[in-house]
């Protein structure tokens, strides 16, 4: 076990609990692919909350587990974030979250629109798509995911169960996660108003445009 690695995954969990888009209980799981190998690193811990880096462990691609302990419960769901590394050479990390607003639209199998300015900024301009259920981690929940991934956007709501968000690095999938928790609290918030309104296509890609712009010029100093 890279010990560096393992703590480099518990402090992930810490900051995926620090952003808030996360439930009450903590529950979900984070992993990153291990450079160079087929191979990632994954919670096998109960909750992100004060997760250690000694219940973290190293599980094949093809869903062997090769050092540390699994319980049932993690070892579960191991094959949703396996599929998203084998799937997607340019994912770095998984993260699942029962994030209580996104997992709203979840059980209601409801897709979240591009209707905050930060979907259209963070790759989430063609909105969140529902997966259809299936036992969490089962076959039958895996190709439910795939069929529902859309190219390009990093996250898709499980039926009746949660969010995942699969990115390039830790902090953009950290980020993609607050989003999405953004965007659904908003929607519900303005389901009583008439429901949210989502921002015209051509009006995204200029949201997107404009925060490349300014990314492009770093901070400006005085
Ligand atoms: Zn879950």
Redesign the pocket.
Known sequence: MDKDLAQQVADIAHRVVASGAISANG??NVSVRVPGAAEMYFTAGPSLRDHPASAVVRVGLDGTLLEGDLPPIQGA?VAMHTAMYADSPDVGCVL?T?SPYATAYAVARRGIGCWIEAMAMFGLGDGVPVAGYGP?GSAEAVANIRAAVTPGVPAVLLAN??VLIFHRTPELAIQAGSVVEEAAQAGLNAGSLGGPVEIAPELRAAALQRAMAFGSRGTVHA
């Open positions: 529950h979900g769901v699942h029962h969490r169960h949660g």
